[in-house]
């Protein structure tokens, strides 16, 4: 839903070439088999008959392998498992990426980003039907010390999230909450 909403604002397509953000990273510019979902996904579908790993091309940043968590440093060609029935997809260091909870509300999946880094992200909440413009909430991420906050930017500063946070990545990067 977000995605689609902010496409339409922005005019930018919400699947992306893997150079989309890094037109000048000549390592990800050949790169024809991988895509990205927004700024925060990269998708790796395994393309060749029989394969249970691939290499995958990581534009600059932290990458963080979305079934294992294990993180890796772009830009970076990386091999990887990909057995059948799961296509390996990377999420962005310090990227909010909006999911399906358990109970079937929105809940925000956070990537943590690299030490002294900050990241954040734009969701667009979905309100039904209608013809109501939607309000975009705006996240940051950032350490605070040992800690790593997620702060919603409102009108009046800044305010918890609306939803449930879950924060990914912490684990193999040797950081904790």
């Known amino acids: 839903m977000t ?3 902010l496409a339409r604002r922005t005019g930018a397509p919400f699947v992306r070439p893997v150079w989309w953000a890094a037109p000048e990273e000549r390592t990800v510019r050949d790169c024809e088999d991988a895509f990205l979902l927004g700024d925060c996904l990269l998708v790796a579908p395994v393309l060749d008959p029989g394969a249970d790993r691939r290499a995958v091309v990581l534009p600059p940043g932290r990458w963080y ?3 294992t968590e294990r993180a890796y440093e772009g830009p970076a060609r990386v091999l990887v498992d990909a057995p059948l029935g799961r296509i390996p997809v990377f999420a962005r260091g ?3 990426v909006p999911v399906r909870g ?5 809940e925000l999946e956070v990537w943590a980003p690299a030490r002294g880094r900050s990241g954040g992200g734009l ?3 979905d309100v039904g039907d209608g013809w109501e413009e939607q309000e975009i909430e705006r996240y940051a991420v950032r350490w605070s010390g040992p800690r790593l906050v997620v ?3 409102g009108e009046d500063g ?3 999230p609306a939803c449930p946070v879950r924060v990914r990545g912490l ?6 909450m």
């Open 3 to 5: 995605l689609a909403h």
């Open 65 to 67: 392998d979305t079934a």
């Open 94 to 96: 310090g990227s909010v």
């Open 102 to 106: 358990a109970d079937g509300g929105t």
């Open 123 to 125: 969701v667009v909440p």
């Open 151 to 153: 702060e919603r930017e």
């Open 158 to 160: 800044v305010e918890a």
């Open 171 to 176: 684990g193999r990067a040797g950081d904790q």
